[in-house]
């Protein structure tokens, strides 16, 4: 899988996934560190890489329609989590083989305590 990081991630974010066997892109290596969250999910969806992202505005399905993507990862974590623990629920993530073959067209909500699945229209649960 190959996964896009958000600007709103640490930047070693890139290198635990690799170290769990995954692509990764940063937004800030690919000039689209400030861009707007539009231009980040257009890359996402023309590249057809998984969306990883702290930034909420990605959960809305309204807007982010979750069949369009090979996924999108909303990381949710305590405003005053340090690295290491926003690093922590992300492997969690990485760790989770069924969850990341069942991502595709799907939203990931991920915490410290578990993952939830939004299904895609018309996915059966």
Request: hydrophobic content about 45%; overall charge negative.
């Amino acid at each position: 899988m190959h996964f896009l990081i958000d600007a709103s991630l640490p930047r070693s974010t890139a290198d635990l996934v690799r170290r769990a066997g995954h692509e990764a892109t940063d937004v800030r290596d690919i000039g689209l560190g400030p861009a707007a969250d539009q231009q980040v999910a257009r890359h996402a969806r023309a590249s057809g890489h998984a969306l990883i992202s702290a930034d909420f505005d990605f959960g809305d399905i309204r807007l982010y329609l979750p069949q369009d993507y090979q996924g999108i990862v909303v990381i949710e974590s305590p405003e005053d989590a340090t690295v290491a623990e926003v690093l922590q629920i992300i492997a969690r993530l990485l760790g989770e083989p069924d969850v990341l073959a069942a991502l595709p067209g799907r939203l990931a909500i991920v915490d410290r305590h578990r993952i939830r699945l939004r299904p895609a229209m018309g996915v059966q649960p």
